[in-house]
Every structure is written in C-alpha cells, then in structure tokens.
C-alpha cells in the first residue's frame, strides 16, 4: 500500500486504486498521480477495504482480486451510502455476473485493457472534489 501527495491540479481529489496486478496498478498510479490525483494503491479486497477510512473520492477497482470479488468492496460501499464514485475495471468477458449482489452497481465499467484518456476524462467530470 502507498499513498502520496498530489500535484497542484486536484490536490484535494483523493483516488483509491485497487488492483492485484502489479504492473497494471503501477502503471495506473503513475497516470493519476502525473494528473493531479492524490492515489492510495491496494493489491487486495482487504488493503482496499481498509484504505476507505481515508475517505478517497473515487474508487477505481479491479473485480478479480486475490482474497475475493471487487464487487463485495463495492456492495460495501454503497450499504454504507459512501459518497465515492466506484469505476470498475475488468478483463471479464461475462463481468456482469462477477458483480454481486445485483444492486450493487458501479458508476462505470471500463474494459481491460483500459483507455488511460477516456478514464481520465471521466474522473475529471465525476470525481473531482467540491
């Protein structure tokens, strides 16, 4: 897990990114943070769970993790009626049935391999702090 501060574009817009592959999440995370974007990074359901304490924005969140579904991160956030965007990213063809329960819905799904401009563009009209 790291966090770090952000440039001076969405200083206060705090992003958590929760994906188990390395090489996806680096990567992810240098774009955000290159943005503007404060980032708090988990390889895990758990480290993402745990990282909703620091009150992130956005959620940008794998469904296929290691300790269990993303979508059970995503169910616990909308229970809980948390004011955080959730974007899902999936590699799954048939990732309608990866979430569960049903009613737990995310803003947005966006396909991997994932277009870095299309989701930064989305962040910026959804995620930015008021």
């Known amino acids: 897990m790291q966090s770090s501060a952000a440039g001076t574009k969405s200083a ?13 999440r680096n990567a992810l995370t240098a774009l955000l943070r ?21 009150s992130p924005n956005c959620v940008i969140l794998d469904l296929m993790l290691p300790d269990g579904n993303g979508s059970e991160l995503l169910a616990y956030v909308r229970s809980h009626h948390l004011p955080i965007n959730v974007i899902v990213t999936t590699g799954a063809i048939d990732w309608a049935t990866k979430l569960s329960p049903p009613n737990a819905t995310p803003d947005v799904i966006f396909p991997k391999p994932v277009d870095y401009r299309q989701l930064i563009d989305w962040l910026e009209g959804h995620c930015l702090n008021q």
């Open 12 to 24: 206060k817009t705090r992003i958590l990114v929760v994906e188990d592959d390395r090489t996806s």
């Open 34 to 54: 290159l943005s503007g974007y404060e980032v708090l990074n988990a390889a895990t359901l758990m480290e993402g769970r745990a990282l909703l304490a620091d």
